[in-house]
Nanobody
Framework: QVQLVESGGGSVQRGGSLRLSCVAS????????IAWFRQAPGYTRQEVAH????????YYSGPVQGRFTITHDNAQRTTYLQMDSLRRDDTAMYYC???????????????WGQGTQVTVSA
């Protein structure tokens, strides 16, 4: 069982930056993928980015490519999401998830955090 705790959300003006953190209670060989998802009111939850914690390979969704950066610190069991050039449509609840990297670009999401709210104002 892996417990995930997100932090770092808040309110920021358009064009600003935030860094989200996701701390895992433990690490396992199997659960080698940490992903960030977001869900805005009235929309389905969508993947933003993920990282393989063993080889560092990353994936980004189109809307955040070039603006967001996902990194992982094994010693701290923490995955970060650096968000720059924030836009109003980045406003959402952000969740991290842990699971298995299938090595085809997809990961499972077996464990979820409670989420952290990001609000971008004009």
């Amino acid at each position: 069982q892996v417990q995930l705790v997100e932090s770092g959300g808040g309110s920021v003006q358009r064009g600003g930056s935030l860094r989200l953190s996701c701390v895992a209670s433990t690490t396992t060989t199997r659960d080698n993928c940490i992903a960030w998802f977001r869900q805005a009111p009235g929309y389905t939850r969508q993947e933003v980015a993920h990282i393989n914690t063993q080889n560092g390979i990353t994936y980004y969704s189109g809307p955040v490519q070039g603006r967001f950066t996902i990194t992982h610190d094994n010693a701290q069991r923490t995955t970060y999401l650096q968000m720059d050039s924030l836009r109003r449509d980045d406003t959402a609840m952000y969740y991290c998830a842990a699971g298995r990297d299938f090595r085809d670009g997809d990961c499972s999401q077996d464990y979820w955090g409670q989420g952290t709210q990001v609000t971008v104002s004009a």
